[in-house]
């Protein structure tokens, strides 16, 4: 996609030339020429980004779609308040978002690997489930064969019957962990 931007409406727009000089327009032609853009710029279009009710990762401007689809990286971002995903450029300009929204941040991590597990995490709805699975299973998330589902309640897809490995439990479910961890441990002790 070579073009600064595209119509998304059916009715008649301004001209793309009466866009030149917002930042958006002007961002997406300096990164389209190859060209930085500066930092501040990439915080004001994250914000953009992740405010309009829209796009994810484009900016709509007077019916004009400007996307910045192929610069931009989700970041999985924890916060007190649970998981939030945000499209940025980099973690600076994805720190800025959440912080400017009010949000501590816990952790932030890059796409890459983690974060398409992050996705299928969601996708799957992991929640505890009883169990008794003694062999060898294959994580659902990662592919990883393991045995941590030995326990009276372990953590499963909805509609799945592999059980999540503990690595995974530990990174995308922490809470529920702890959760089944306790009432595996409760079970333990009233034996
Ligand atoms: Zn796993």
Redesign the pocket.
Known sequence: MREIATKFVDWEVPPIESLKNTVAYRAKKDLLDGKKIHRKTKKDLVFALNTNSRFKDAIPLSGWKISFAAWLKDFFVRTPYGMEIVKAFDKPSAKYFITSQGFKITSITEEDGDGISQKKYRELQVVPKANGIISDET?P??G?QHREAKVPVWLFPKKSKRP??R??AEKYAPEMLQFVSGYNALLKEKS
Do not use: Q, S, Y
């Open positions: 994580c998330l990662c990883g999540l490995c690595a995974c």
